[in-house]
């Protein structure tokens, strides 16, 4: 009796789900498979004006700690300023992943302007707020797009993390042409930066050949952190470069000229 009542409880929640969202009565449709591919919608690129206020909106949100913010595979979000992350355990992501192809990783592509005075703008994704322990940054791509021949500009890396935070993850993320001097940079903070992750990273081009013009792979500034099993093609200064980062673990990483 208590079995017969569920589903009869299911039968009609889900007609009643379906006449909202599609208009149509549950009668009309050939079956039932229009329940079954509803997903949770990836973060929308439209309107590409403000999508980097509207990411930022989204994990500055009260309540945001914890909060995974999809992006959508096969899609380019075009910033005009850095995505911050903002409360603990936050995540980027694609949606889909794992599981999908990496080459459907969603795209960030650094898009705001740079002043004639050599500053602008140089950061994709931004990890170092005082409320950033435990942040993941994961199955996206970093298109820095620093034009080609362009010198760098005084800015952060294509992605800054550490500070004054711990156990953050930076995985199966490509980083290449940043603006200004590295495609991954983890700072010490006030020497508190502990424990990053940083693994299955392919990395670069970062750079260019011109005097002065370097940039490097991974810049390492945080104790007991791990870096692992990361692919670093054509970093032009250092492919690894490490500052300090007592205890840490570098390991299985590959690199090579691009
Ligand atoms: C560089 O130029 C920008 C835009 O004009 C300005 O906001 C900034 O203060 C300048 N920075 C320096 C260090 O001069
Ligand atoms: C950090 O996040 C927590 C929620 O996880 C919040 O209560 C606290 O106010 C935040 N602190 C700052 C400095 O934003
Ligand atoms: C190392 O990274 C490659 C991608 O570059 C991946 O295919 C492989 O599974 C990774 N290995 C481990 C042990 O995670």
Redesign the pocket.
């Given at each position: 009796m208590p079995g017969r009542l569920l589903s009869t409880l299911l039968v009609g929640t889900v007609s009643i789900a379906l006449s909202d969202s599609l208009g149509t009565s549950a009668a009309s449709l050939p079956n039932c498979l229009a329940i079954v591919r509803q997903t949770p919608s990836c973060f929308p690129v439209d309107p590409q004006d403000t999508v980097a206020d509207r990411i930022n909106a989204a994990l500055s949100a009260p309540g945001a700690?914890g909060f995974s913010l999809k992006l959508c595979p096969d899609t380019n979000y075009p910033i005009s300023a850095p995505i911050k992350f903002a409360?603990?355990n936050q995540e980027i992501t694609t949606q889909g992943f794992p599981g999908l192809d990496l080459s459907h990783r969603a795209t960030i592509t650094v898009n705001g302007p740079i002043n004639a005075n050599e500053t602008g703008h140089s950061t994709a994704v931004d990890g170092t707020c005082?409320?950033c322990t435990s942040v993941a940054l994961r199955y996206v791509q970093i298109q820095g797009n620093r034009a080609a021949g362009s010198g760098p500009i005084v800015g952060g890396a294509n992605l800054e993390f550490g500070g004054n935070n711990q156990n953050q993850v930076i995985e199966w993320v490509h980083s290449e042409k940043p603006r200004s001097w590295s495609c991954l940079h983890v700072a010490e903070g006030p020497f508190t930066c502990a424990n990053a992750l940083i693994q299955n990273n392919d990395i670069g081009p970062c750079g260019s050949d011109v005097f002065g013009q370097w940039a490097d792979g991974i810049s390492l500034s945080c104790k007991g952190s791990t870096v692992f099993n990361n692919t670093i093609i054509g970093a032009t200064d250092g492919g690894i470069v490490i500052f300090g980062s007592p205890g840490s673990w570098v390991h299985g990483n590959t690199g090579g000229f691009a």
């Open positions: 700690t409360f603990p005082d409320n």
